[in-house]
């Protein structure tokens, strides 16, 4: 079965965010471009700088998402393998681009070298689209978009694209609340029951903020989200809610 | 083959973490924790709060690493489903555990309800660690750590077990570079052919920081980072090296 439209999956490449040397801000960037464009991101996968590691969990992201999104390992340095795992994944092999190498040697000219070269590979067949404000192209091959890791480099190449993958608008309704969730277990419950179209998720809190849950409600349909709020909070005792948005 | 000894991977269950309403942070702490355990951490996924796909994935974390930490999912609600996930994921009934459920009823007394005493539930044969500071124990299925997502809870349940995990050191050095990826190539890739058994980064950036690049050198064997970071120092021009760490 084909992965539903409006669909997405991210791979996070780096043995730097596993060992906690930096804190991955690409994935949380990417998360909120895609909810504010109506995508529903379905995984995200964070793997080693390891070929065999990223095919696999590329293909796994294809089989789950009609667009995926990698981030990470271009370069030209021995730890960017992803332009050769991308290649790989969908058994193409890799190849240099015409006007990336150009660029780049009419940027670089006599100090042209082998590693400068590799930033022109791209996995056959892959297309390219171009910005101004950069030497390099965002690549996409099939329904993946291969992106770096530095995070001005990667908003940049996302960026560029981000239009194509406009959906109709995901909406959502928080109501905060005054009760815990054991006291409105059931009426969720109930709720979620006559509402299986909308995604309705229950998020506790123990410290000194206003509430102690906060409940919402997502979907595409505004009205089915406003009647499940209704109908959600038309069940409480008084007083339980603190406030809605 | 079974998994390497020292080796964890992380499964982060919650749709909210998906639909960007909440950025993650019981990842990123867990993987300094882990790592100043000397823990390796092999991969990260992140999932809905649906059964099948947490079933899943916690199979291919099992496969991946020694140790498994799962956050999120449990607790009093219906999208509350990580008990019944991991009891699946290892052929199991869910159970009442007596003990939680004598002090669940010690609390709440004649408030008792069943969404409360779903919070007694864990898979059968899984094992339960207690502290002073809470109601609920940090339960254990196999390798599989099932945590909470709520991160001040998630935090307390691994701190309780956390000595556990602890192995032998892993080391690392940074050395910070006024040179681009482009020339540093050719010596990382006679340094990683040189030393094999030292994992070698390279972190380029591109904004107005004292360097351009940062190379790291992790391992267990303190010896070997300092000859490989020595090996590759050396073979740069004068001037190269801003600073090191």
Redesign the interface.
């Known amino acids: 079965m084909p992965p539903a439209p409006g669909t997405a999956a991210l791979v996070?490449i780096g043995?730097?965010?596993?060992?906690?040397?930096?804190?991955?801000e690409n994935g949380?960037w990417l998360?909120?471009e895609?909810?504010e464009l109506g995508v529903?991101?379905?995984?995200?996968?964070?793997?080693?700088?390891e070929i065999p590691?990223i095919v696999e969990s590329v293909k796994r992201a294809c089989e789950a998402a009609a667009h995926v999104f990698t981030s990470g390992g271009i370069?030209?340095?021995?730890?960017d393998v992803s332009i050769a795992a991308l290649a790989q994944a969908f058994d193409r092999r890799v190849v240099t681009d015409a006007r990336s190498l150009a660029l780049l040697e009419e940027k670089f000219g006599g100090r042209m070298?082998?590693?400068?070269r590799?930033?022109a590979e791209i996995p056959e067949g892959a297309t390219l689209a171009w910005n101004e404000q950069s030497l390099f192209p965002t690549i996409s091959l099939e329904q993946v978009v291969i992106l770096p890791g530095?995070p001005?480099?990667f908003k940049l190449g996302f960026t560029t694209i981000r239009e194509r993958f406009r959906q109709a608008p995901?909406y959502?309704r928080a109501v905060y609340l005054s009760l815990g969730?054991?006291?409105?277990?059931?009426h969720?419950?109930a709720t979620?029951a006559a509402f299986p179209d909308v995604?309705?998720?229950?998020?506790?809190?123990?410290?000194d903020a206003d509430h102690r849950v906060k409940v919402?409600f997502?979907g595409r349909a505004a009205e089915r989200i406003a009647a499940a709020c209704n109908f959600f909070v038309t069940r409480l005792p008084p007083g339980a809610v603190v406030r809605e948005n």
Do not use: C, M, Q
């Open positions: 996070i043995n730097e965010v596993l060992s906690a040397k930096v804190v991955d949380p998360l909120r895609l909810r529903d991101v379905r995984r995200i996968e964070t793997v080693p700088d590691l370069g030209p340095t021995h730890d070298n082998a590693a400068r590799r930033l530095v001005s480099l995901l959502s969730e054991s006291v409105l277990a059931e969720l419950d979620v995604g309705i998720g229950s998020y506790p809190r123990f410290d919402t997502d």
